[in-house]
């Protein structure tokens, strides 16, 4: 029991930092631009591909290295000639601009990699179990996950709050006006903000693509889950984002290591029911089961009695 | 008659207060205009009423009817109409669909959808009415939004007013007019708000004294005269903390 | 009588096209695609009602669809096993009181805000169901969803409905009511305030509306013609999955009506229109249209915001001011080399798309293999490409001077 309950935390947290980096990216943009950038799943989806075909020459240090600068770069340019020209048509076109992006990037990544599933492996120096408990092994790779999720989130965390750019950006985000009467150049700002941010999420697929396997399905599967944990914590709240990403990280790992189910609650409530009712499927529910849709039930719950989300600002 | 009375009135937004202990009568058929400087919680004063902000404490009375807790759509069906500082209009839709749907309401028609406006020859009489009143009847297919500013400005009253509510909030009305473009609207809105009673905020004083009956002054959330115009302007504490420079130096 | 007769005469118009569609192309593929047609045209046109009309972004709006359709399939079924006795054109009637009955449910929290609020409760709401989708086994089928027989019902005047013709009639009766009634219910104070709402829901509460009401009731709508795009759904194929209540469909359904022209009623039906085409014929001819679908997508959210209808609504006032013509010469002069461009960039992707053998194309035989294709394909793509951007100021201008205001316009101020 104890052992199910340590490498459910341990996986928990691995999955809960790796959303993170890219819910962090996603928050930044938000702040800064107000955009709730629907194709940032995809921009994570293109650091796993490009990680992917740099390896295939340069290894995976080399991904690590090159795919992150390589999307954080398309992601500036996208901002810069895409983004930028919608923003006058208003927030829906922007949203609906993102929406048709990531539909697009899925569809590029199927033409330039095709629709098959990569052989993207973990590096051979990290291939060896970190400990084992119970008998169970814990990878290097998983902990060298952890270790760069965290070493990212404390290198943000003091760019923004210590450094110059960062005390501007955060200036940005709340008096963008003010800001550029102060002589900043605010659209350049944007547009590195959103490269950063996209980079982020790129960092994010180099190191996922291995473990969650990188195929062109990819960003969907993650996508909608990142949007939840930016909604969830506060839209524009990076320590939001943070609970949040940990939060459902652990929640669904939890789920799906329980075994626990409908039929135990009954059963603990000295119910029974036939097998062949029409409800059947109810009664037989499993926690691991609902897992996928513990985060949406999340969502929703959150916004009926908290609109503005776990750290958001109250409304007026 | 008492129309509107507040009594001992508070708004806080956090620590600070904006809004401390405002008693106030309005009577029917009054034109009551409350000045005072920047910041002195006009707008606020205004949200209130209406039901934009809900009050921290204190009572709202219309008619002998509670309303500090009514949402401002409850309050507006009330018979209780106001206008904005900065113009609020539908700007996607045509100058006479704004006055329509300012009308819906109180012709009864409420969230129909087995009428077509089209043939609610009443109602479309109604909004021409009001086109003409506020001299817009020829732009009344134009979208609201692509009007020129004095244009929008007549608008913004034409659907506070449209409905035909009896008592009638104007916030700041010329703010940002030329002065031909503001004379004309002072006319506008002597013309349209015959017969009701008014509350309005203005900084023009001229306009002030011009239009209303009676004059509250308030200074940093308390009303520190509520007097006639003509007391007002002989009000030794309200030339201190307040008309002094504008008066002698109009 | 002269305001009624051009009040009328396009509805005319729009049910004589729908009838005589078939007499024209009547092979198995256009009667197929017009079926698509039929079930697009509801389901984009009852999406606008919530995001053009209402202001609404939803992420998951096929939920409605897909519940109308589940419902409507089980409908078959129950008429299959003779538990119930109606004819199936009642079948799309029953999809919609399904979906009325779900939106009626899920727009009682949702549609308290519009925004990112409704818009990410939208998402949730959708994935949600989606995901109970492949939960609830004994009513969604798991991933082989469920499936009935239309032909089991009482005859409608003889007719059996085994034909995809006589569906076809029937989904034209249905898209035919479902439009007109749609297009009524912009014209009533409920479908006039919904647009109030979504310009300034502020002020709509001042003039004594409730913006949640007014929301509420376009949602409940919305979803009650979502469901019966989801009964025609189910009549016409006899199946659905959870495919059909999915993000996916939810997105495609997003991307008609924007594509279309959220601002205009006939916006949607052209976005409808224009992707179930692409999906059925372009889907013949390469592998890679999901590829130029998301591009036009992209491209037309850039370039034409108010999407193919704004397009055309664009050049009204060079029409009434009988100044079309002189736009003619300039789009001629930007449009070929622009055309010739995306041709080539066309080609150029289908060609390093195609294995080994040569790529048929325009009447060309081109191979992957030869540098010199390449090398031409790209000279031509670039001189088309600096054609185009040449002549564009010369279109600019035109259309400028076309559009040009001449002051005082009979509109002079008093």
């Keep these: 029991m104890i052992e199910v309950l340590i490498f459910a935390t341990l996986n928990g947290l691995v999955t809960g930092l790796l959303l993170f980096m890219l819910a962090s990216g996603l928050t930044l943009i938000f702040s ?31 991904g690590l290295l090159f795919a992150p600068l390589i999307v954080g770069v398309l992601g500036a340019l996208i901002e810069r000639y895409g983004l930028r020209k919608v923003h006058d048509s208003g927030h829906v076109a922007e949203l609906v601009f993102t929406f048709g992006l990531a539909f697009l990037i899925e569809e590029a990544v199927q033409f330039f990699w095709g629709p098959d599933t990569k052989n993207y492996q973990t590096p051979d120096l990290l291939d060896f179990p970190l400990f084992t408990l119970f008998g169970q092994e814990f990878s290097a790779y998983r902990g060298f996950m952890i270790t760069i999720s965290v070493g990212i989130f404390v290198a943000l965390y003091y760019v923004l709050t210590r450094s110059r750019i960062g005390i501007i950006i955060q200036a940005a985000i709340t008096h963008p006006n003010t800001v550029a009467n102060l002589g900043h150049n605010v659209p350049l700002i944007f547009m590195l903000v959103f490269g950063v941010g996209t980079a982020l999420a790129g960092v994010a697929g180099v190191i996922a693509g291995p473990v969650l396997t990188t195929f062109p399905g990819m960003a969907l599967v993650l996508g909608s889950i990142v949007f939840v944990i930016v909604v969830i914590g506060g839209l524009g709240s990076l320590a939001g984002a943070f609970i949040a990403s940990l939060l459902i990280g652990l929640l669904q790992s939890y789920a799906i290591a329980s075994d626990v189910g409908m039929a135990d609650l009954l059963n603990l409530l000295g119910l029974e029911f036939a097998r062949d009712h029409p409800l059947d499927d109810l009664w037989t529910l499993t926690l691991p089961q609902i897992a996928p849709l513990l985060p949406y039930l999340l969502l929703v719950l959150v916004l009926i009695f908290r609109p503005s989300g776990l750290m958001g600002k109250r409304e007026q | 008659m008492t129309v509107l009375s507040l009594r001992n009135v508070h708004k806080n937004f956090g620590e600070t207060s904006i809004i401390r202990g405002v008693d106030l009568d309005i009577h029917e058929g009054e034109k009551h205009a409350i000045i005072g400087p920047n910041g002195a919680g006009k707008s606020t004063l205004f949200h209130l009423i209406s039901g934009r902000y809900h009050v921290s ?3 709202i009375l219309y008619k002998d009817e509670e309303i500090q807790n009514k949402t401002p759509y409850e309050i507006n069906r009330l018979g209780l109409a106001r206008s904005f500082q900065v113009t609020n209009i539908f700007p996607r839709l045509n100058v006479f669909e704004n006055i329509r749907c300012a009308l819906l309401w109180s012709h009864g028609y409420a969230y129909s959808f087995w009428q077509l406006l089209g043939r609610q020859q009443a109602l479309n009489d109604n909004a021409m009415e009001v086109l003409q009143q506020i001299g817009l009847e020829n732009r009344a297919n134009y979208p609201a939004g692509e009007l020129a500013y004095a244009q929008q400005r007549a608008l913004e009253l034409g659907i506070a007013v449209a409905s035909g509510a009896d008592l009638i909030m104007l916030d700041e009305p010329v ?8 004379e004309k609207a002072v006319q506008l809105i ?16 001229n306009i002030v004294f011009d239009v209303a009956d009676k004059i509250s002054v308030l200074v940093y959330g308390e009303i520190i005269a509520s007097d006639s115009p003509e007391n007002i302007r002989g009000n030794a504490r309200v030339q201190e903390a307040y008309l002094g420079e504008v008066v002698s130096g109009a | 009588m002269k305001t009624l007769v051009k009040k009328i005469s396009p509805w005319i118009g729009y049910l004589l096209l729908l009838l005589l569609l078939p007499q024209f192309f009547d092979s198995v593929l256009a009667v197929s695609i017009f079926n698509q047609m039929a079930i697009a045209i509801v389901f984009a046109l009852s999406y606008n009602m919530l995001l053009g009309q209402g202001g609404m972004l939803s992420f998951g709006h096929a939920v409605y669809f897909g519940l109308g359709g589940f419902l409507a399939v089980h409908a078959l079924i129950l008429i299959e096993f003779e538990t119930l006795t109606f004819s199936i054109i009642y079948i799309p009637l029953v999809g919609g009181l399904f979906g009325l009955l779900a939106a009626l449910f899920i727009g009682s929290f949702s549609t308290r805000k519009a925004g990112t609020v409704f818009a990410m409760i939208s998402l949730g709401v959708g994935e949600l169901i989606a995901a109970s989708s492949l939960i609830f086994v004994s009513f969604f089928g798991g991933e082989a969803g469920v499936s009935g027989d239309r032909t089991y019902g009482p005859p409608f005047f003889g007719v059996e409905f085994f ?4 569906i076809y009639y029937l989904a034209a ?56 795009a989801g009964g025609l759904f189910a009549l016409n194929y006899e199946f659905i999955t959870e495919e059909n209540l999915n993000a996916v469909t939810s997105g495609r359904v997003l991307l008609m009506a924007y594509i279309g022209g959220l601002g205009y009623f006939i916006g949607p039906i052209i976005g409808a229109v224009v992707l179930t085409l692409m999906n059925s014929l372009l889907s013949n001819y390469t592998e890679l249209w999901m590829l130029y679908l998301g591009i036009l997508f992209v491209l037309t959210v850039m370039f034409l915001p108010r999407g193919f209808a704004g397009f055309i609504m664009m050049h009204q006032l060079a029409w009434t001011r009988g100044k079309l ?11 070929v080399p622009a055309t010739v461009f995306l041709a080539i960039c066309v080609a150029l992707i289908e060609l390093s798309h195609v294995e080994g053998e040569a790529l048929h194309y325009l009447g060309l035989e081109l191979s992957q293999d030869s540098g010199l ?9 670039t001189a088309a490409f600096i054609a185009t951007r040449k002549t564009l100021p010369q279109l600019r201008n035109a259309w400028i001077e076309a559009n040009h205001m001449e002051d005082s316009s009979g509109e002079a101020d008093p």
């Design chain 3, 163 to 166: 034909q995809n013709i006589e």
């Design chain 2, 57 to 59: 404490s204190g009572t």
């Design chain 3, 325 to 335: 013509k002189s736009l003619a010469l300039p789009y001629v002069k930007t449009g």
């Design chain 3, 173 to 228: 009766a249905w898209v035919f009511i479902a439009t007109l009634f749609m297009y009524l219910f912009t014209q009533t104070p409920a479908g006039r305030m919904a647009n109030a709402v979504r310009d300034n829901p502020e002020r709509a509460e001042f003039i004594g509306y409730s913006a949640r009401w007014v929301r509420f009731i376009s949602f409940a709508a919305a979803g009650f013609f979502a469901g019966v």
């Design chain 2, 190 to 205: 002597r013309k349209i708000t015959q017969g009701k009673t008014l509350i309005m905020v203005e900084h023009d004083m």
């Design chain 1, 32 to 62: 800064m631009m107000g955009v709730l950038n629907f194709a940032h799943a995809s921009f994570y989806m293109l650091g796993a591909y490009f990680a992917y075909s740099i390896s295939l020459y340069l290894g995976f240090w080399g």
């Design chain 3, 373 to 381: 294709t390449w090398a031409l394909l790209l000279i031509a793509a």
């Design chain 2, 175 to 182: 703010a940002g007019m030329s002065h031909s473009e503001a």
